[in-house]
């Protein structure tokens, strides 16, 4: 999908108008359609505007990114999170798709973990909700007097389906190439690579002192 672009306008650390225009003239004929909510409508007009579109150009698959613009600024968040995964899936429901939801995981104080589907807002309401949780994560590059925030991630990385209505769900590791923007299954050559030394794992979890820095030793950078 507009490979070429992609890769020329995220290096540059800024999108402008151009690069937007050009990237939906490529992606025009490719089938897939975009749409953003550039009036601010409510989550149930907006949710009426995908219902319609679904109908209307016969979309097949739908997604979502992401969940918290549809629930941020309720005083009650538990609440407002919990309304809207129901909404998504009623949606689902009376379409008749797939519906894919973006849900990003809460801030945490040993962000190297693991997480599971636990770990993202709204999670009691999406656990019930959703067929299926799937968590796609990428460890960090840990690096002397860098920020957290500022830190990379490896390339190596897990798709988890940590929560299946119909299934035991699993875990695949992934590589994320940077050349194209695109996760695929890792070569072995690559696992060997880019898998993290226990040394190193230990060192990470000591900056977490306190949180559990065993469990983190356990199972960090594994199946």
């Known amino acids: ?16 108008e151009e690069h937007w225009s050009q990237g ?32 209307v150009r016969g979309i097949r698959f739908l997604v979502i990114d992401n969940f918290h613009f549809l629930t941020r600024g309720a005083k ?23 519906v894919l939801l973006v849900v990003h995981p809460r801030k945490a104080d040993r962000e190297e973990k ?3 589907f636990q770990d993202l807002r709204g999670s009691a ?3 019930a909700d959703a067929s299926a949780v799937i968590v796609l994560h990428r460890p960090l590059i840990e690096s002397e007097g860098q920020e957290e925030a500022d830190a990379t991630r490896r390339p190596l990385g897990f ?16 590589f994320f190439d940077t050349a194209t ?11 060997t690579k880019h898998t993290p030394k ?14 559990g820095r065993a469990g983190y030793a356990a199972t960090g950078g594994r199946d």
Request: glycine fraction near 10%; charge should be positive; proline fraction near 5%.
């Open 159 to 174: 798709l988890r389906v940590d929560a299946h209505r119909f299934g035991p769900g699993g875990i695949r590791r992934v």
């Open 1 to 16: 999908m507009a490979a070429p672009l992609l890769r020329h306008a995220f290096k540059t650390g800024t999108l402008t």
């Open 125 to 127: 309401a999406l656990g």
């Open 181 to 191: 923007f695109t996760f695929r299954e890792p070569t072995a050559e690559e696992i």
């Open 76 to 98: 009650d968040t538990t609440a407002e999170e919990a309304a809207a995964s129901m909404d998504i899936k009623m949606l689902a429901d009376s379409l008749k798709i797939p």
């Open 198 to 211: 226990p040394k190193d794992q230990w060192r990470t979890a000591s900056r977490y002192r306190g949180n």
């Open 114 to 116: 693991m997480p599971t």
């Open 24 to 55: 939906l003239g490529e992606v025009s004929t490719s089938g897939f359609l975009f749409g953003r909510n550039r009036y601010g409508l409510g989550r149930s007009a907006l949710l009426d505007q995908l219902r319609e579109e679904v109908h």
